[in-house]
T-cell receptor, first 112, second 115 residues
Framework: GQNIDQPTEMTATEGAIVQINCTYQ??????LFWYQQHAGEAPTFLSY????GLEEKGRFSSFLSRSKGYSYLLLKELQMKDSASYLC?????????????FGSGTRLQVQP | EPEVTQTPSHQVTQMGQEVILRCVPI?????FYWYRQILGQKVEFLVS????????KSEIFDDQFSVERPDGSNFTLKIRSTKLEDSAMYFC?????????????FGPGTRLTVL
């Protein structure tokens, strides 16, 4: 099976930077995905990492270390609208499997 | 921008009844998925569908569940005999499918309430 851990809640200040960590244990790793989910809404894709290193996408960056089973999502210049849950998801199992296994999500509260 | 659509947005049913949840994936996408999210819990994979057949399914997707692509645009999830524990938000998703790294686009969800 797969195990994905991320903090339950985080609080940060508008304009600041926040890092949301995710650790995972899996076999046949394909890739790691980050999704944003506002309350009552669908997950929306933010980024994915396949190889080790940092992927930057505007205010959002995601990092992956496959040897450590570790990823983080970095949000810069926080805005109030960034208050949401951030879901770490892993695709694994090899053989072209595409099913995503999600973590429980990190609820981020951005304060003025 | 193309998007995944789902109907209905909210479905209320009695325990033991059959429900069909409908989805229209993005038109040029090849892979289709169903996920569910019980209130306050994590998003869980149910099934993926490619080339008119199931390609993967989870332990949740038992004999009470089935999927179908009845025409060129719709993708449906049927629950034959609903249980109280089937109450959840059901998300349809689709991806281009050319790579395992393709982004999965999620629809707005159908909230299923089983009484």
């Amino acid at each position: 099976g797969q195990n994905i851990d991320q903090p339950t809640e985080m609080t940060a200040t508008e304009g600041a930077i926040v890092q949301i960590n995710c650790t995972y244990q899996t076999s046949g790793f394909n890739g790691l995905f980050w999704y944003q989910q506002h309350a009552g809404e669908a997950p929306t894709f933010l980024s994915y990492n396949v190889l080790d290193g940092l992927e930057e996408k505007g205010r959002f960056s995601s990092f992956l270390s496959r040897s450590k089973g570790y990823s983080y999502l970095l949000l810069k210049e926080l805005q109030m609208k960034d208050s949401a849950s951030y879901l770490c998801a892993v695709s694994a199992g090899g053989g072209g499997r595409r099913a995503l296994t999600f973590g429980s999500g990190t609820r981020l509260q951005v304060q003025p | 921008e193309p998007e995944v659509t789902q109907t209905p947005s909210h479905q209320v049913t009695q325990m033991g009844q059959e429900v069909i949840l409908r989805c229209v994936p993005i038109s040029n996408h090849l892979y289709f998925y169903w996920y569910r999210q019980i209130l306050g819990q994590k998003v869980e994979f149910l099934v993926s569908f490619y080339n008119n057949e199931i390609s993967e399914k989870s332990e949740i997707f038992d004999d009470q569940f089935s999927v179908e692509r009845p025409d060129g645009s719709n993708f449906t999830l049927k629950i034959r005999s609903t249980k109280l524990e089937d109450s959840a938000m059901y998300f349809c998703a689709s991806s281009a499918g050319t790579s395992v790294y393709n982004e999965q686009f999620f629809g707005p969800g159908t909230r299923l309430t089983v009484l």
